[in-house]
Nanobody
Framework: QVQLVESGGGLVQAGGSLRLSCAAS????????MGWYRQAPGKQRDLVAV???????NYLDSVKGRFTISRTNAKNTVTLQMNSLKPEDTAVYYC???????????????WGQGTQVTVSS
């Protein structure tokens, strides 16, 4: 299995910054894309940013220019730097990995436990 452990998050005023980190561990054969999703109360879970193992990135339109995703392949970590935060960014943020575990040798989706980001106005 693959475990994802998130850190960061918290409460910040509008215009502030936060940094989320996620480390993958366990019986990892390979990790393809890693990314961050978010889910606000009563809403669906949306993709915020994703980065492939080749370094290609994709962002939710509303965060382009404010959020930056980066990845350290050797350490199986992914980071989301969030600047110019807005109240509408408030949500639970989940780390995601498209990975292959040694135990299954099949691509599967893996999720972190989620971390709360609250932006006050």
């Amino acid at each position: 299995q693959v475990q994802l452990v998130e850190s960061g998050g918290g409460l910040v005023q509008a215009g502030g910054s936060l940094r989320l980190s996620c480390a993958a561990s366990g019986s990892i054969f390979s990790i393809n894309a890693m990314g961050w999703y978010r889910q606000a109360p009563g809403k669906q879970r949306d993709l915020v940013a994703v980065i492939t193992n080749g370094g290609s990135t994709n962002y939710l339109d509303s965060v382009k220019g404010r959020f930056t995703i980066s990845r350290t392949n050797a350490k199986n970590t992914v980071t989301l730097q969030m600047n110019s935060l807005k109240p509408e960014d408030t949500a639970v943020y989940y780390c995601h990995a498209d990975a292959v575990a040694l135990t299954t040798l099949r691509r599967s989706d893996y999720w972190g436990q989620g971390t709360q980001v609250t932006v006050s106005s």
